[in-house]
């Protein structure tokens, strides 16, 4: 989960362009003799301020790049963000607002950990995927947490992400063999391996937590995609590793 003062940190970029546009609008007008193309100026300021504008009148949560839905009579609504290619199926939620997923505002994986250097993770991400909001459609300020249905999540995996988990066990591999004091014979992982060390799962507050099938339901295919199923979520980012 991102703490609130560090979304309004986010947010407040805008402003500064703002600021920023129109100190330059009024140091032209002082100095006209001032030698940039007087058309290109006012385009630039112009958009600077308008974007700005813009984004501060928009919903912060939502996404320049909103996901693509596809109706299932069977599993639901079906959210595909076309970016991260993540997919977010939910039904419909009998006790309460059926949720909306969105993209929320993240800060870097480096800058959460810097937060709590003595807590230990379940593991250590090396690539953010995106932080996964789940909001009532009505009043999207409003998270929602609890599911039931469950909520589907499936959550590609790259090339990357193997070639990590494929590195990573050659490592070992390695360690192993050196701790042992035994030449180490070559090695190279199995598929199945590789898929086996790859590892999910998201930012809880303080610390990293990897998606386990005993309590999220976590299953990784041949397929390109791991899915987990969402009792409970609030908003947190969600990252690949090994490291």
Do not use: C
């Amino acid at each position: 989960m991102i703490n609130r003062s560090d979304r309004t940190s986010l947010r407040l970029v805008p402003i500064g362009t703002i600021v920023v546009a129109a100190a330059a609008i009024v140091i032209r007008v002082v100095n006209a003799s001032a030698p940039w193309p007087e058309v290109a100026f006012w385009v630039m300021a112009l958009a600077a301020v308008g974007g700005s504008l813009m984004s501060l009148t928009s919903n912060p949560s939502e996404s320049p790049f909103p996901p693509i839905t596809r109706t299932d009579e069977r599993n639901g609504l079906t959210y595909t963000f076309p970016i991260e290619k993540v997919a977010v199926t939910i039904r419909k939620q009998p006790a309460g607002p059926t949720p909306k997923p969105l993209r929320a505002p993240s800060v870097d994986i480096s800058q959460l950990r810097a937060k709590y250097p003595g807590v230990i993770d379940d593991f250590t991400p090396a690539r953010f995927v995106m932080n996964l909001e789940l909001v009532d459609p009505d009043d999207p300020s409003k998270i929602l947490t609890h599911f039931d249905p469950k909520v589907t999540v499936e959550i590609p995996y790259i090339q990357q992400d193997l070639d990590r988990a494929r590195r990573h066990l050659i490592d070992q591999a390695k360690k192993k063999a050196e701790v042992e004091k035994r030449v180490n014979p070559p090695y190279e992982p199995t598929q199945a391996e590789i898929l086996a060390a790859l590892e999910l799962g998201f930012w809880d507050g303080t610390k990293w937590i990897k998606f386990t099938p005993q309590k999220h339901g976590y299953t990784i295919g041949r397929d390109g995609k791991a899915t987990v199923t969402l009792s409970e979520w609030a908003d947190p980012p969600i990252g690949w590793g090994p490291p």
